[in-house]
């Protein structure tokens, strides 16, 4: 059974230029949540989307957007790159629910795409 | 928004002792907090989480309290060995909002 699946592993991309992350999630599961993880420091909420609709948003501006295919897997763009923005960039997949009180069901995370910008 | 503090930040205990990590948090409405272990270059893996309703749960030779009213939650971890050292994080999210909000994370080193 496959876990969670992101690519490419590792990327160097120049300040000014655009990148596109991917993520696989977890058979069966249909929430995909995206994370921002600086070295040394706890993962930082991006993007939350569950049935291909965006369902949370974190503190990042407008250079950040996402989307969720109708297979679940989802894409992170990130535009107009600066160096801070250089860091490991986490999926994670879980179930979900489409309604009721149970929305937090256990997150499972990619192996991260390592983004370095010069 | 949700708060999440996390101390100590760095820990090193001898091969067997035991090892206690501690989170607190803001939101009073959270009611999820799952721990993550993640080794030098891997991915975070979820070790052991705890609901609301319940104030410990444990698993071998980890386990996990929870104090609504102080709202703080702590991770013990028995019989440390090697393979333990890692940086593990705490989280917090509640019903409604979609993201988990994580701690700083404490290095955890067991001397053999």
């Given at each position: 059974?496959?876990?969670?699946?992101?690519?490419?592993t590792?990327?160097?991309?120049?300040?000014?230029?655009?990148?596109?992350?991917?993520?696989?999630?977890?058979?069966?599961?249909?929430?995909?949540?995206?994370?921002?993880?600086?070295?040394?420091?706890?993962?930082?909420?991006?993007?939350?989307?569950?049935?291909?609709?965006?369902?949370?948003?974190?503190?990042?501006?407008?250079?950040?957007?996402?989307?969720?295919?109708?297979?679940?897997?989802?894409?992170?763009?990130?535009?107009?790159?600066?160096?801070?923005?250089s860091?490991?960039?986490?999926?994670?997949?879980?179930?979900?629910?489409?309604?009721?009180?149970?929305?937090n069901?256990?997150a499972?995370?990619?192996?991260?795409?390592?983004?370095?910008?010069? | 928004?949700?708060?999440?503090?996390?101390?100590?930040?760095?820990?090193?205990?001898?091969?067997?002792?035991?090892?206690?990590?501690?989170?607190?948090?803001?939101?009073?409405?959270?009611?999820?907090?799952?721990?993550?272990?993640?080794?030098?270059?891997?991915?975070?893996?979820?070790?052991?989480?705890?609901?609301?309703?319940?104030?410990?749960?444990?698993?071998?030779?980890?386990?996990?309290?929870?104090?609504?009213?102080?709202?703080?939650?702590?991770?013990?971890?028995?019989?440390?060995?090697?393979e333990?050292?890692?940086?593990?994080?705490?989280?917090?999210?509640?019903?409604?909002?979609?993201?988990?909000?994580?701690?700083?994370?404490?290095?955890?080193?067991?001397?053999?």
């Amino acid at each position: 059974d496959a876990g969670v699946t992101q690519s490419p592993t590792h990327l160097i991309k120049t300040r000014g230029q655009q990148v596109t992350l991917r993520c696989s999630p977890i058979s069966g599961h249909k929430s995909v949540s995206w994370y921002q993880q600086v070295l040394g420091q706890g993962p930082q909420f991006i993007f939350q989307y569950y049935e291909k609709e965006e369902r949370g948003r974190g503190n990042f501006p407008d250079r950040f957007s996402a989307r969720q295919f109708p297979n679940y897997s989802s894409e992170l763009n990130v535009n107009a790159l600066l160096l801070g923005d250089s860091a490991l960039y986490l999926c994670a997949s879980s179930s979900g629910t489409g309604g009721g009180t149970v929305w937090n069901t256990e997150a499972f995370f990619g192996q991260g795409t390592r983004l370095t910008v010069v | 928004g949700e708060n999440v503090e996390q101390h100590p930040s760095t820990l090193s205990v001898q091969e067997g002792d035991s090892a206690v990590i501690k989170c607190t948090y803001s939101d009073s409405a959270s009611n999820y907090f799952p721990w993550y272990k993640q080794e030098l270059g891997k991915r975070p893996q979820l070790i052991i989480d705890i609901r609301s309703n319940v104030g410990e749960k444990k698993d071998q030779r980890i386990a996990v309290t929870l104090n609504k009213t102080a709202k703080h939650f702590s991770l013990h971890i028995t019989e440390t060995q090697p393979e333990d050292s890692a940086v593990y994080f705490c989280a917090a999210s509640k019903t409604g909002r979609r993201a988990l909000t994580f701690g700083s994370g404490t290095r955890l080193q067991v001397q053999p």
